[in-house]
């Protein structure tokens, strides 16, 4: 399994700095959130920073995933404003455009997918209408998504309009299931609100994952926790995961944390290893076990 740590969660570090972090504490990857403080989406001089960030994992060895989750990367009074379901077209383009360019980002660091969410239903507005204008805001981001090679893994969130593993498969219906479309599966949210237990929705969500991140959780709480804070049972969920043959990373998610990161990035993986699958023995082609196991 592979395992990375989210910079959202990472915040008050520069980016070389968590980076470099991550890689000493032994992490596979990183989920890159695309925000001011790290690789500005909306900087004049994207480009160029890609290219020094595609580097700088390079030489370090981190795999990568783009996030979109910003709180206020587009708008300073607006928490995850505008969104995609928003009633003025100009500022649902503006949340579809910064998707775009996420995609791109993912394309020239080699991203394995490029996770967003739905956004919250705005008041006033009904399901059918939240529904189109999610369907048709995205429509621009999987063309995108085709041309680059990119997944796009869109993540149920609590709260919003698209919020479960049925919710995200209205979605994929509604779009006629198009080839890039996945699923971002967040573990905590699965305890917190889906109907079946955490180790059951990997299972379920399987065919569609293409991220996957990771937290401790309590039923009905949409509240991130450090491992062991909450109520996941995570040797069975990793074991399940392990199984679905799924080639992402894992990332860790506590966005609220970052006031402690390093902290708890150095102690989250130890906990993951610990409750992850042992890797099966390696063996030579007589079907022996090799002898570098």
Not at 5 to 32: E, M, Q, S
Not at 94 to 109: E, S
Not at 113 to 123: N, R
Not at 129 to 135: E, H
Request: hydrophobic residues 40%; glycine residues 8%.
């Amino acid at each position: 399994m592979r395992f990375g740590y989210g910079t959202n969660g990472l915040a008050d570090l520069r980016l070389d700095d968590a980076l470099a972090l991550l890689a000493d504490l032994g992490y596979d990857g990183v989920g890159l959130t695309l925000d001011h403080m790290h690789l500005d989406p909306l900087a004049d001089d994207l480009a160029a920073r890609t290219r020094r960030v595609a580097a700088r994992l390079d030489a370090l060895g981190l795999d990568v995933t783009v996030e979109t989750g910003a709180r206020y990367v587009l708008d300073p009074r607006r928490k995850h404003g505008p969104s995609l379901l928003d009633p003025d077209p100009e500022d649902r383009a503006r949340r579809t455009d910064l998707l775009v360019r996420a995609v791109g980002v993912a394309a020239d660091l080699g991203a394995h997918a490029v996770h967003c969410f739905s956004g919250v239903t705005p008041a006033g507005t009904d399901d059918d209408t939240a529904w189109k204008r999610l369907a048709e805001s995205l429509a621009p981001v999987l063309n995108a998504a085709a041309t680059a090679g990119v997944p796009l893994a869109v993540e149920p969130e609590p709260g919003h309009l698209l919020s479960s593993l049925a919710d995200f498969h209205t979605l994929r219906r509604t779009l006629g299931d198009p080839e890039l479309l996945g699923l971002t599966l967040d573990i905590g949210h699965c305890q917190c609100l889906e109907p079946l237990p955490p180790a059951d929705c990997v299972r379920a969500a399987a065919p569609w994952l293409r991220h996957v991140q990771i937290e401790d959780m309590r039923r009905g709480v949409h509240e991130h926790l450090p491992f062991g804070d909450g109520e996941i049972d995570f040797p069975p969920v990793l074991e399940a995961l392990a199984a679905t043959g799924y080639q992402g990373l894992t990332v860790v998610e506590l966005p609220r944390h970052s006031h402690a990161g390093p902290h708890h990035a150095e102690r989250s993986l130890p906990f993951l290893r610990r409750a992850a699958p042992a890797s099966p023995p390696r063996t030579n082609r007589s079907g022996e076990p090799s002898a570098t196991h």
